[in-house]
């Protein structure tokens, strides 16, 4: 059984730089496509993340388990992104970056094309639905798809209330089935 990522945290803490390995490990992808799906280019996603990275390392040695430790990574990662739109103004991500966009699911493996078109067709509508979306909803379905943060994890790491989070969360469930004609 693996470790619980606290535990691997604390280990970290520790001294034992193999626990920050699985740690970076299990998180880099959902991360950054949290960090990616909230500024405007990769670039500034890249450094967001790394940044995010290594502010983690710079509190290992501060680290209590007093939350989730993806709920403290989330936390870093939506304060870094909070002070990048402070600094640049609010800028929405676009989410149809032809360079080889992260976390896409692959290609389905019988490589039919008419299945091929109707996966891009849905997933081209899928990121025009979350562009279209608030910041605030959008940020608090990402956390919750992309980091699988519950509902108070997700106020906890946003600073509002659980009520705050359910309603976002509501809103842009209810928007994106719109958008994609489910609703």
């Known amino acids: 059984m693996e ?30 496509r949290f960090v990616l799906r909230s500024v405007r280019a990769r670039g500034e996603a890249e450094e967001l993340f790394h940044d995010v990275w290594l502010r983690v390392i ?21 304060n870094r992104v909070v002070d990048h739109w402070r600094r640049g103004g609010l800028k929405l991500a676009s989410l149809d970056d032809p360079d080889d966009p992260p976390g896409e699911p692959a290609a389905p493996a019988q490589d039919e094309p008419q299945r091929r078109a109707e996966l891009n067709e849905q997933m081209r509508e899928l990121r025009t639905a979350l562009e279209a979306l608030p910041p605030a909803q959008r940020e608090v379905f990402l956390l919750r798809e992309e980091a699988g943060l519950s509902l108070p994890e997700i106020a906890e790491v946003t600073g509002i209330d659980l009520e705050a989070a359910k309603s976002r969360l509501r809103y842009a469930l209810a928007k994106l089935r719109e958008a994609l004609g489910d609703g």
Do not use: C, N, V
């Not at 280990?11 to 959902?30: C, I, N, Q, S, V």
């Not at 509190?59 to 990574?73: E, G, I, K, N, V």
């Open 58 to 78: 710079e509190a290992r040695s501060r680290y209590t388990p007093s939350a989730r430790f993806t709920t403290w990574l989330y936390t870093i990662a939506h």
């Open 3 to 32: 470790a619980a990522d606290e535990q691997l945290m604390i280990a970290y803490r520790d001294g034992e730089a193999a626990a920050f390995e699985t740690l970076y490990a299990r998180h880099k992808g959902p991360l950054f």
